[in-house]
């Protein structure tokens, strides 16, 4: 509008006026080129151009949204739509935007890939940590068992062992009474055949 020096004639005597729609290019015979391409264009082609380029610069804004946030389906779904519309588009910008975008959404990739890795990686940590306490107490548990039907058997053991050696005492006890009283009975026979002599050595009759 006026404001620097130079500029295209075409536009000096219609002031003011409104930049919609640039691209860049990588050296002044490829702009020229471009630019005449673009001239041939129709109004309705050129209004196409700009709501494109408008809408894949909002679309991929969107994309760098997603990927802060860690949405990578949602940002692979909004890819897909620039993808399907790249190809009509000439800005050196939007297509440097563009493929930093697909190697964010890449890097995401990598990262919710190196996430879910870790997350298994603990939950199979977790895991296995259960099944040892449980293994663990599964052994405990058996060994104390096996410890109390040890102390069953050896008490059961012992009260066998005392009643046979109580069955074995009062054996002996009544054998020695046994033996007491053969004994006595033994020494009274004796001592009657001891007095039948004596009387009978004395003449006495009875």
Do not use: W
Request: charged residues 40%.
């Amino acid at each position: 509008n006026g404001e620097l020096p130079g500029g295209a004639k075409y536009t000096s005597g219609r002031r003011p006026v409104t930049l919609v729609y640039h691209e860049t290019a990588i050296n002044r015979s490829e702009a020229s080129k471009r630019e005449l391409q673009i001239k041939k264009f129709s109004r309705k082609e050129k209004e196409r151009l700009i709501e494109l380029e408008t809408k894949i610069k909002k679309d991929l804004l969107e994309i760098k949204s997603l990927i802060l946030r860690e949405k990578l389906n949602e940002a692979n779904q909004v890819l897909r739509k620039v993808q399907a519309n790249i190809p009509l588009i000439n800005n050196s910008q939007i297509l440097i935007q563009y493929r930093e975008v697909q190697t964010s959404i890449q890097n995401l990739r990598n990262l919710l890939e190196r996430k879910e890795l870790q997350r298994f990686l603990e939950d199979k940590k977790i895991n296995e940590e259960i099944a040892r306490q449980k293994r663990e107490d599964q052994e405990r548990k058996q060994r104390e068992l096996e410890q109390r039907l040890n102390e069953e058997k050896e008490s059961k053991v012992k009260a066998a062992q005392i009643f046979t050696e109580r069955a074995r005492q009062k054996e002996m006890a009544a054998m020695a009474e046994r033996q007491r009283l053969n004994s006595l009975c033994n020494e009274k026979k004796a001592n009657l055949q001891d007095f039948k002599n004596v009387i009978k050595k004395n003449g006495i009759t009875y």
